[in-house]
């Protein structure tokens, strides 16, 4: 997953430098399963980190199938999945290159994106809706990070990378994609940044 080497999040989850952690399942994910926008279904979660929405999903009856990037994250997950009695499958993978063995009805999108450098975005996408079957979906959280150096200079900081919604317009075309009406829901990811929960779904004659 380039942008940040192996070692790089190898180490953070070595040593629990996981500040990004909730230590829960995102309040967007529940929201969504609460409210039935979200039924059960083969979902893939890229970039599962801890594993805490892989065990939700699998808790309530998904096929859920987390997609780590190093030996430590996935370790995390499996442990979770483990210590709950939990069945969700763990694939350590570098989501720019993986292939399914058959496809998802629906992705899980929070963390991956915002972890890898905007010049795989595109790439990344392109990924995301070839792993798809027709008239699937993305729930996705979209981090909304600024930094002076990025609004003044232009400067690429991250990760955490700023997920502007009109860059992911973008990548997520609507020729492809359908787009929900904004405003999207705001989740309070920490005091400097927030994320933008939303629901793309892929157009009918895909």
């Not at 039935?36 to 929405?53: H, K, N, T």
């Not at 987390?66 to 996935?74: E, S, W």
């Not at 690429?156 to 994609?177: E, L, T, V």
């Amino acid at each position: 997953m380039t942008g940040s080497p192996t070692n790089f999040w190898q180490e953070r989850f070595e040593k629990k430098q996981t500040g990004w952690d909730r230590d829960a399942t995102s309040p967007q994910l529940l929201a969504w399963l609460e409210s039935g926008a979200l039924q059960p279904c083969r979902i893939a979660v890229p970039g599962c980190g801890s594993g805490w929405e892989v065990a939700e999903l699998a808790r309530r009856g998904f096929e859920a199938i987390g997609i780590g990037y190093t030996p430590a994250a996935d370790e995390w997950t499996r442990a979770l999945l483990t210590a709950q009695g939990l069945s969700g499958d763990v694939v350590q993978a570098d989501v720019l290159t993986y292939q399914p063995g058959k496809p998802f009805d629906a992705i899980y999108e929070q963390t991956c994106l915002c972890a890898l450098h905007p010049d795989h975005w595109v790439n990344y996408a392109r990924q995301l809706r070839q792993w798809l079957k027709p008239r699937g979906s993305i729930w996705a959280l979209f981090m909304q990070m600024t930094r002076p150096e990025s609004t003044s200079e232009g400067v690429i900081a991250g990760p955490a990378y700023h997920c502007d919604i009109n860059a992911m317009r973008a990548i997520f075309s609507a020729q492809d994609w359908v787009w929900p009406k904004p405003p999207y829901a705001k989740v309070l990811n920490s005091n400097v940044s927030y994320e933008l929960g939303l629901h793309l779904m892929l157009h009918q004659e895909r």
